[in-house]
């Protein structure tokens, strides 16, 4: 059997009711989640584990790898797998880096820069790779992943090759009228960070669900379902379909420039091919319906695997299973099973 | 006036001539069929004209400028609007979400404006739902427009079809094959729907199969056979046209003749 994504319908905040409600508004449950969600991430956390460095880790990880994970979902809307966000966040990741040591550009322009450079980059090998469609696109994805390590690998002075760019400055402190609004990163505490990251991935939260409850989410709504469709309905398809990548590689290039400034270093091995597999992964388990899928999906796995550090060396073998297995018996992702107990995941589908 | 004018339109795929030299002008606010056995090259025309296919060579005008090699989606900004056979429709959306979506051509707010909700993208959302429900009720499919187009029954979603095509403002309605499949009371009450389309002023050009429908609506046939146009005319003229009635009978034998 195969896992047609045109039958998954991202339906974003419209509640999971009967025939798909044009209330684009949250209803009440989806409030109050997102508010318990907000709140664990940014007081319950930083109360309950702030003194264990190791855990903040773990968890600003997670809540970037969510937010580059959010751009995937975004190609997901338009109904391409898309196999290169690795590809972006090492441009991102690379970006940020180049502008901060080269330049001295502060790490506040350094992340929204990386993010434009990221997207106009996907713009322009969007414009051409976006015709293709289905498996076409996975793969030509998938081998732009490699490619863009290779040409880090071998980027002479400007990427440093295998050696890669390291000391990478940490956020500096932002200063407004001279009043500091946020402090310097410097230190080993990896609080400041994992603020940041639940920032950004908040930002990213809020930013994807107006995108997709807008007509233009609809409009990618509708490209997935039949792009003939919507061309002869006037739709051009060509450049929504580049914006929605370009919406993707923006996250990409953002969360690829934060992880160098949190690890302070880059090498061409930063991203590869299993990154990009997995932040599609993270989508899938989560549920490609749900703007939080790729949240849940992300956390889930990656907090899972720090717990059971036993079985690290078998990661790959089991992030395999457990794609096979969501695909045969999850298709629509974990969130799919919540809904299903309120009697309402049916989604009036046949 | 001729709103439609195709000229010398001829599409070869490799060694297969689909269409060939194939000319006719349609009026405005007429109602024109092209009929013609299966494989006559009905669907590669309808695709010509609308711009889905690039010709080898001829051109489409409409409104006396060239349309031919624009993309298929500024065709259908300038007016020409086409259907599809069968059930091609957002079938992951609800009836009135089809019809809302394919308002896109109406949107007078930006891409930044729709994305911050400007009052230009609501005054829009709030006019195209309007707009929606008219021709939805129109079309008769006021009692299902919550429901999702995946569990439509196959004559509503015909009219689904339309409807989303109607959405889009057309001047010339390219309709591909609305009748086939329906029975005679559904045929009925398509060939009505058709002609409603046509008072409001929009131009029609169809394709189909149906000869009884066909004759009755239309003001004027274009016949194809292999590619080529074999005959033009009235519903009266193109039933008497010898090269018709071989087309689709055969030819007509001398001997059993007599």
Known sequence: MGLDINRLTP???????????ENDRL?????????????????????????????????????????????VWVTFSIGRMNLAQGAFALVGGYAGAILSTRYGVPFWFCLPLAGLISAVLGALIGWPVLRLKGVYFAMTTLSLTEAIRLLALNGGDLTKGATGIVNIPRPGAID???????????????????FLACALLLLGLVGVWRLSTSRLGWVFRSLRQNEDLATSIGINVAKYRVIAFAVCCFMGGIGGAFFAAFHQNIYPATYTISDSVNFMLYCFLGGLS????PVVGAFLLVVAFE????????????YGILMIACMLWLPNGILSLGLRHDGKGKDGRG | MAILDVQGLTKRFGGLTAVNNVSFSVEKGAILSVIGPNGAGKSTLFKLISSFVVPTSGRVNYNELTITGLPPHEVARRGVVRTFQETTIFKEMTALQNVIVAHQLRCRASSFGIYFSSAAA????????????????????????????????????????????????????LLDEPFSGMNVEETEAAVRLVR????RGVTIVLVEHDMSAVMRISDKIVVLNFGTKIAEGTPVEVQQNEAVIGAYLGQADEEIGH
């Not at chain 1, 409030?31 to 956390?45: H, P, Q, S």
């Not at chain 1, 230190?187 to 400041?192: K, M, N, V, W």
């Not at chain 2, 079309?139 to 959405?167: C, D, E, F, W, Y």
């Not at chain 2, 409603?196 to 008072?199: L, V």
């Open chain 1, 290 to 293: 749900y703007i939080f899928g």
């Open chain 2, 196 to 199: 409603g389309i046509r008072d």
């Open chain 1, 27 to 71: 209803n009440r449950g989806q409030k109050l989640r997102f508010a318990a969600f907000v709140l664990i991430l940014l007081v319950a956390v930083p109360i309950l584990l702030g003194r264990s460095p190791y855990f903040i880790t773990v968890l600003t990880n997670a809540a970037i790898l969510s937010f580059i994970s959010l751009g």
């Open chain 1, 176 to 194: 407004i009228f001279g009043l500091t609004i946020v402090h310097d990163f410097n230190g080993a505490d990896p609080l400041p960070f994992y």
């Open chain 1, 11 to 21: 339906r974003a905040g419209n509640g999971g009711t009967g025939a798909a409600t």
């Open chain 2, 122 to 173: 609501r005054a829009d959302e709030e006019r195209f739902r309007e707009s929606a429900i008219e021709i939805l009720d129109y079309l008769g499919l006021s009692t299902v427009k919550q429901m999702l187009a995946r569990n439509l029954p196959h004559g509503h979603l015909r009219a689904l079809g339309i409807a989303v095509a109607m959405a889009a403002e057309p001047k010339v309605l």
């Open chain 1, 307 to 318: 717990l059971l550090q036993a079985v690290q060396d078998y990661q790959a073998l089991i």
